[in-house]
Every structure is written in C-alpha cells, then in structure tokens.
C-alpha cells in the first residue's frame, strides 16, 4: 500500500477506529495502541476495496480484534487499571450527555460494542453484525438489553 493511500485512510477512518477502539477498552492508551496496530495490518495486508464503506467496515472488524487480541494478552490478565489500583474514579463527563456516556461504558462489553456500533458510529444491525462477527439476531438481542440496563441505570441515578 502507497504512504498517500494510507494517510488518506488514516485521516478519513482513523477518528471513528480510535473510538470503537475507546470503547472496547475503556483506556486512552490501549486505544491509541488498538488504533496503530489496526492501521499496521491494513499496511501490510494492502486489501483493495469496494468502496468507503467497506473501507471503514474493514478498519472496524480489524479494530474489535485486535481490542480482543489485547485483552487476552497474557500479561493483560494480571494488570489492574492505575485508577482502580489507586482508589480513584473517574471525573465526571462535562459532555451535555455526560450522563448517558458514562452508563453506556458502564455496560458489558459484548452491549457497549452493539450500542456504540449502532448508535455513535450510525451501522445498521446487519452491518454492526458484520463487523462483530455475530449474527444479527445477537445483535438485535444485545441492543435491546444494553437499552433496558440503560433505562434503569438512568432512572436510578439522580440528575
């Protein structure tokens, strides 16, 4: 692959690799992490694609694996997050749905995927499927229990 071609991919998909990347790990650095070694593997894979969308489709379905590649590295297992480690929480959204954020990365993992694909990033069920490599009728499943552990985490939490 040519260094404008992956620039290009870069700019154009980067931002939206960077946030499932985000919310599958929840950390800033595992992310960034998630984020280079998906770009890597586009470099030394070089696919052709159809279109944009396959472009971005391709990026995303690579970004969730080497998410789950991360948290099954052996080393992963025995580390504890520095925030946990140390007794702290983490501040507040200053976000306007600050609120409906921090509840959807409250969520499991296999919802919080679903509902980030679905919602944040604007995939269809099938395509958010695709990418996950789950059957649409999982999907379906998942977003309507990610929607109802939200409702209640919401409606307990006082404004």
Not at 4 to 30: C, I, K, Q, S
Not at 33 to 56: C, G, I, M, Y
């Amino acid at each position: 692959m040519e260094r404008e071609e992956a620039e290009r991919l870069v700019e154009r998909h980067g931002p939206a690799v960077y946030r499932l990347a985000f919310a599958r790990t929840g950390n800033r650095a595992d992310a960034e992490d998630v984020t280079q070694e998906t770009f890597l593997r586009l470099v030394r894979a070089a696919p052709v694609f159809q279109s944009a969308a396959h472009e971005k489709a391709w990026l995303l379905r690579v970004a969730a694996r080497c998410s789950s590649d991360l948290f099954r590295a052996p080393w992963r297992r025995r580390e504890r997050p520095l925030d946990e480690a140390a007794g702290l929480t983490a501040p507040p959204s200053e976000e306007p749905d600050g609120r409906v954020l921090e509840a959807v990365r409250a969520l499991p993992e296999k919802y919080r995927l679903a509902v980030h694909l679905f919602y944040y990033e604007g995939y269809s069920i099938s395509e958010a499927a695709a990418i996950l490599g789950r059957r649409e009728s999982t999907v379906r499943a998942q977003l309507c229990r990610a929607r109802a552990m939200l409702r209640d985490r919401l409606e307990e939490e006082p404004i």
